[in-house]
């Protein structure tokens, strides 16, 4: 029995010296919250997106004044929220072809701190009201695709 105890213990030991020796994790959190949306999606081809989105802190209060780069399409556009945190943009996607596409926010403040979010659209060919319902494109016979 005592022999036992002895090596529950020392395995007890080498676990804790093992598990300590394995390096915590370097990720860190984002400084803000970024929800960002479209106000329509999916969209007919021909038609412009309008991204729309809010920057908070970890508390919840709006980030006001906070530069955000909106990446679309090889394009940039520098923008800054408002005093309630929110901005928004309408994206020229006139000439893109129907598929998913997606816009990357990247947001910084004066003091250094920052956040990032990504979010995707829809370009239909057809886009109808029967369709929207579903979220779903049609082709040019009405079909859902």
């Known amino acids: 029995m005592n022999n036992l105890s002895i090596l529950f213990s020392i395995l007890a030991i080498g676990l804790t010296f093992l598990f300590s020796s394995i390096p915590d994790s370097e990720a860190k959190l984002w400084d803000y919250v970024v929800d960002v949306k479209f106000l329509e ?36 556009y520098m923008l800054k929220t408002d005093s309630t945190g ?11 072809k129907p598929r998913t596409y997606s816009v990357q926010i990247f947001v910084t403040t004066d003091d250094g701190k920052k956040s990032m979010a990504r979010a995707t659209f829809q370009i239909c060919l057809l886009y109808t009201s029967d369709a929207a319902d579903d979220m779903q494109c049609v082709d040019l016979g009405g079909r859902r695709i």
């Open 86 to 96: 929110e901005f928004g943009k309408q994206l020229d996607a006139k000439q893109l």
């Open 41 to 76: 999606n999916p969209i007919s081809q021909g038609k412009n997106p309008i991204v729309i989105g809010t920057v908070v802190d970890h508390a919840y209060k709006p980030v006001s004044h906070a530069d955000v780069k909106v990446t679309f399409a090889g394009e940039s």
